[in-house]
């Protein structure tokens, strides 16, 4: 048995836990566990610039790859400004402890310096919390928060630490706990059989069946039973801006993201479904459109594990509560028991519908133009060639990150890390560090716009010192690009505080933290320079593309209509 | 329809600011409140009473059950059940009014617990309709004081909240 400090012991759980990064800045109420830290070598620690730049970090590694990213940071600002980040993976449901320091105990509720009530603030945007009230609970503490931010509905958890509770004098034992206790937290381990048989039945008898796929199959890592179920039936599948890579976006069967940006065979696809199989997606209100008059002749079966997403917006006919993973493996079992196939006559006639939606142009057609200048979309679509669909892709928010998810096809699930439910911009550069630390050889991009990076643009001295070669694709239109696409569609152009003066060099100041920056402003140049940015495997590219301010993301839905009232350009609407 | 849920959480800190915060987060009513431990002092009961249509009921069970420190819930009003609220109220008792305040008290078996010469203070249980026809037989104009503990409840029969 050891005798170690609350600080030692923190720092040890975390090594015994297998955490190999975390994320944070020092201050004040956290220096003992700093000091800690310090002795400890199988942990590395990261120094942001910016508190919530840790959290976002964290946030990527785990999108990457599913398990809880760490951030530690300090009391009173370090806690508030990590506060965006954390309710930016509440919302996606993305697993994240957060140590936060505290004043001492003692001082507590007395408006000590660099204090704030972090269980508090953070309370609506936590999976849950806890404050330390001993040091010896700190190890038990960190099983629970570990436990509880991976399993069921993932999300972040705080763990606030009082500065006493590490004092470097008082030791204690310390073992490492093998599993967290909770006697009042249980996530359904399986669905219920009966309503997924019932569900197999409802979609083998379906005539205009389809999946509408989330985030949800991401996070429970259910890629592969969604797949297999899918092409068993020959259904189509849309998935939700979270759900992307979850079915391989080049296969046939896919019909693009669906929502207030989908394609417009997705949601025509939903609009005239009779039967639509909802899997670790939410009915969002920017996927359903219009509640009332959401897919009118639909049966809605929905697997989700939280039972507080059934129901919640959209009434699910067949709800079943489980783990997407193993509920669909139980469909794919007992449709294969039935042993029926859907009828081939009803099949054909609803792909020949689908593919008539789809028709010659693709899923996301746009006016190419005559060349002159860079259109949006084009330096996507040079993104997923150049990188032939393989790179890991961090979005900021607004209209590039529309274009990233219409024209880059994720063949695979965790490739696409956005910030979905919250829509945070900031988040992209920070996210796409958190995935270049843990898969150095892989190529991670961050899509971004003139406004997004310059949220969170002090990393690229993050990037530098820790040696993060992330690409940066910056589609620079000069404009809040999504805010001007509203206001010339709902406020009849009146630009309000939507454009960008004093935009600064973006090549000059990638160079000045240390980095390779370039500007295309040619069409004929982009993949060239797209090229030798991924080339260059050691260096952080920084490319600023002068990209078209008039392009809107289109199709877009029709405020308040049904999936299938859309504009699909400036003058077209359905 | 008014509903009241009963749940058992943990008697932690924390716990209760969780429950009162959803409530005021996702939109939904809340009409009284009345939480103490139980005889497992790791056990706190919590009563509340809420106002809504099926589905906001629905969506106010499922996220107090998501909640981490919620051990148990049942909605009472779905079954049979006792419900009691307690009132505290002090009335003018002076004069004529002194008989006819401790003929209606008697009348509602309530008590008086507390006597000076011009007031009185009643103890009342029952449900809330009771405490409020009770109100309004002694009268606004003689009310000095009213307390009311928020209604708690139990389900009839063999059925029981416990872990």
Known sequence: ??????????????????????????????????????????????????????????????????????????????????????????????????????????????????????????????????????????????????????????????????????????????????????????????????????????????KRPIIYAGGGVILGGASAQLTELAKMLNLPVTNTLMGLGCYPGSDRQFVGMLGMHGSYTANLAMHHADVILAVGARFDDRVINGAAKFCPNAKIIHIDIDPASISKTIKADIPIVGPVGSVLTEMVAIVKEIGQAPNAETVASWWKQIDEWRGNRGLFPYDKGDGSIIKPQAAIEMLCEVTKGEAYVASDVGQHQMFACQYYKFDKPNRWLNSGGLGTMGFGLPAAMGVKLNFPEADVACVTGEGSIQMNIQELSTCLQYDLPVKIINLNNGALGMVRQWQDMVYNSRYSHSYMESLPDFVRLAEAYGHVGMRITDLKDLKPKMEEAFAMKDRLVFLDIAVDTSEHVYPMQIKDGAMRDMWLSKTERT | MRHIISLLMENEPGALSRVVGLFSQRNYNIESLTVAPTEDPTLSRLTLTTVGHEEVIEQITKNLNKLIEVVKLVDLSESAHIERELMLIKVKATGAQRAEVKRTTDIFRGQIVDVTTNVYTIQLAGTTDKLDSFIQAVGTASILEVVRSGVTGISRGDKVLSI
């Open chain 1, 1 to 206: 048995m050891e005798l170690l400090s609350g600080a030692e012991m923190l720092v040890r759980f975390l090594r015994d836990e297998g955490v190999k990064y975390i994320y944070g800045y020092p201050g004040g109420a956290v220096l003992h566990i700093y000091d800690a830290l310090f002795k400890e070598k199988s942990i590395e620690h990261i120094l942001v610039r910016h508190e919530q730049a840790a959290t976002h970090m964290a946030d990527g590694y785990a999108r990457a790859t599913g398990k809880a990213g760490v951030v530690l940071v300090t009391s009173g600002p370090g806690a508030t400004n990590a506060i965006t980040g954390i309710a930016t993976a509440f919302m996606d449901s993305i697993p994240m402890v957060v140590i936060s320091g505290q004043v001492p105990s003692n001082m507590v509720g007395t408006d000590a310096f660099q204090e704030t009530d972090m269980i508090g603030i953070s309370r609506p945007i936590v999976k849950h919390s806890f404050m330390i009230k001993h040091p010896s609970e700190i190890p038990e503490v960190m099983k629970k928060a570990f436990y509880l931010a991976e399993s069921g509905r993932p999300g972040p958890v705080v763990v606030d630490i009082p500065k006493d509770m590490t004092n470097p004098a008082e030791k204690f034992e310390y073992v490492y706990p093998k599993k967290a206790k909770l006697r009042s937290y249980g996530p359904a381990l399986r669905g219920h059989s009966g309503q997924i048989r019932k569900a197999a039945e409802l979609l083998l008898a379906a």
